[in-house]
């Protein structure tokens, strides 16, 4: 199975001040090896876009997206796909990529949300998802303001339907997060574990969209609300690998 995993990159600048001086200093940053590695060791043909080149160069075509059993986006931002650099500098009109994959999913694809800053509504709701296209096949509601609940203490999801297929083989207990995207399950939803304070929030659930499935799992996949107790954790190739085939209806 083929797999398009989006987000999870950075470009740093740091200002470097030495007395009297100063300097610039710049770098890429790679969060998702954790993920891409899970996701390469259950067997699938894994393409890694960066959130900058995503900007550029994600596909502009419905047929290009079939191309893929199911498309991750991991804390990356709405933005990222509906200002084109052409359209945003230079006028020009571009595809809407946002429906693109609304209408990739109803033809039968995958679509999987991971949470982070950039992600459903995300800090100081820059994310926006809940104002877009994507909001459709999600299966929950994004807020309309920042999402994030952190627990720098820590906290343990709560599963709900240990039956479902994107549970089966996991038998350990979960680790601890660190945090997640605030969001509201759809009634057409189907619920597999909470987290909060309260066990009130949505941590991961599915929905059935059209001839297509989608799957929200509002943690990060990596640091820093995903520590790498969960990245470690003998089960995480297991849960993202039965997430895809779920997405794939191959389970």
Not at 233 to 241: D, R
Request: proline content about 6%; aromatic content about 12%; glycine content about 8%.
């Amino acid at each position: 199975m083929k797999v398009l995993f989006v987000g999870e990159s950075c470009s740093l600048l740091a200002v470097h001040v030495k007395g009297f001086d100063h300097m610039f200093l710049g770098r890429c940053q790679e969060n998702g090896d954790p993920c891409l590695e899970a996701l390469r060791a259950n067997g699938f043909d894994v393409d890694y876009m960066k959130s900058d080149d995503a900007l550029m160069h994600f596909p502009e075509t419905v047929e290009e997206l079939k191309k893929y059993d199911a498309i991750i986006f991991s804390d990356v931002g709405s933005n990222t796909f509906l200002l084109h650099p052409k359209m945003h500098f230079g006028g020009e009109r571009m595809p809407n990529r946002l429906k693109l994959v609304r209408e990739y999913v109803a033809q039968g694809g995958g679509f999987l949300m991971c949470g982070g800053y950039m992600s459903f509504s995300g800090y100081e709701a820059k994310a926006r998802y809940g104002m877009t296209p994507i909001a459709d096949i999600l299966p929950v509601d994004c807020l309309h303001y920042d999402d994030r609940m952190e627990h720098p203490d820590g906290i343990y999801p709560h599963i709900v339907d240990a039956d479902h297929p994107i549970l089966q083989g996991i038998d350990s207990p979960w680790p601890y997060f660190m945090g997640y995207n605030k969001v509201i399950l759809k009634p057409e939803a189907h619920l597999i574990a909470t987290i909060g304070d309260d066990n009130e929030d949505v941590f991961l659930a599915a929905m059935d969209y059209k001839q297509g499935r989608s799957v929200v799992f509002s943690s990060d996949c990596v640091a820093h609300w995903g520590p790498k107790a969960f990245s470690e954790w003998e089960h995480y190739p297991t849960l993202f690998g039965n997430i895809v085939r779920w997405l794939a209806k191959e389970i």
